[in-house]
């Protein structure tokens, strides 16, 4: 009989993922579910021949080149891969991937339920409520932000921000986008491309931020470009918390400048900048996006589908490196 492969899983997966994993591997779990730093990483890997490790984990070119030899895949369960320095891996011959498909509704949900959370004020009608602030119906209390038939701009026409536009069409939003290049036709769907990202913002008065974290999109919307928003608007971010300058969104939400955010992604999560959770125009949600059972399973299994082909001698379906 042959020996199962080890693997080193970084963080507890879903139970289903876990069966999975049990029964085509020898698998290092982590049963407390503690983040591991890179010291951790380095000293589990030890006889290991592959990574699955979430985006709670740092894979910085330092870490990458400690790993043991024997380290030939890392299987990330996200599709976003920031957490990852692609290229070390890619330098140490490593084959790194990603969960591309599977999460794209359940995160385009969680962007819509920020855009409505936030416009509706859901959170402050629902702590009233549980308060035993509630004094009944009036015909001023928490009015919000009006949605259907407004304009959203969509920055990042990908997978999800194709499903957060396809969500808006049924509130007869009219979307607007960004995106490195413009869609084809039938991809746009009546969506009205900006080549200019700085031009397309006093058209929003709805903004959802859908494209990846890298040092280019760091501090995306800053001050100055949520000066170019009309007054009011209301903005969803459901990609990585780093690609919002935090200082000037906070001041922008205090100022009225912004009605409200919804956000579902935070700078240094968990630890998220304090200051959030006393504005009430803040809907906040902790990094739900993919958070569905079949989400969550499904991303799993993409992972153990990588890995049984890496370890097959063929080519991983969602390889990055
Ligand atoms: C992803 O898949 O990138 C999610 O945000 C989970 O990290």
Not at 101 to 109: F, I, R
């Amino acid at each position: 009989m042959t020996e199962k492969p080890r693997v080193l899983v970084t963080r507890r997966m879903p139970p289903a993922v876990t069966d999975r994993l049990e029964r085509d591997y020898d698998a290092r779990l982590n049963e407390t579910d503690e983040v591991y730093d890179g010291e951790r990483l380095v000293s589990l890997a030890e006889g290991c021949r592959a990574i699955l490790c979430c985006s709670s984990e740092k894979l910085t070119a330092e870490v990458i080149g400690r790993l043991p030899d024997s380290i030939g895949a890392i299987a990330t369960f996200s599709v976003g891969y920031e957490h990852i320095d692609v290229e070390a891996a890619r330098a140490r011959g490593m084959r790194v991937t990603n969960t591309p498909d599977v999460l794209t509704d359940s995160t385009a949900d969680i962007a819509f339920l920020c855009l409505l959370g936030a416009a509706r004020r859901a959170w402050e009608g629902e702590k009233m409520l549980r308060d035993g602030d509630w004094v009944g119906w009036s015909t001023t209390q928490l009015l919000g932000v009006h949605v259907t038939g407004k304009r959203l701009g969509i920055f990042g026409m990908g997978r999800i921000g194709r499903a957060v536009a396809r969500r808006a069409r049924g509130f007869d939003m009219e979307v607007h986008y960004h995106n490195r290049r413009r869609l084809d036709a039938d991809e746009e769907a009546g969506a009205i491309y900006h080549a200019d990202a700085d031009e397309m913002l006093a058209h929003c008065q709805f903004v959802s931020l859908n494209f990846p974290a890298s040092p280019e999109t760091e501090n995306f919307l800053n001050a100055e470009r949520i000066a170019r928003l009309p007054d009011g608007a209301v903005v969803v971010n459901s990609a990585r918390g780093t690609v919002v300058d935090d200082d000037a969104l906070i001041a922008a939400l205090k100022s009225g400048k912004l009605a409200a955010a919804g956000l579902d992604v935070y700078r240094g999560e968990p630890k998220l900048d304090p200051r959030y959770r006393e504005l009430p125009n803040a809907f906040l949600l902790p990094h739900m996006g993919s958070a569905t059972v079949e989400t969550r399973d499904a991303m799993g299994f993409k992972c153990l589908d990588n890995l049984d082909a890496f370890f097959a001698g063929q080519e991983p379906p969602d390889a990055l490196a």
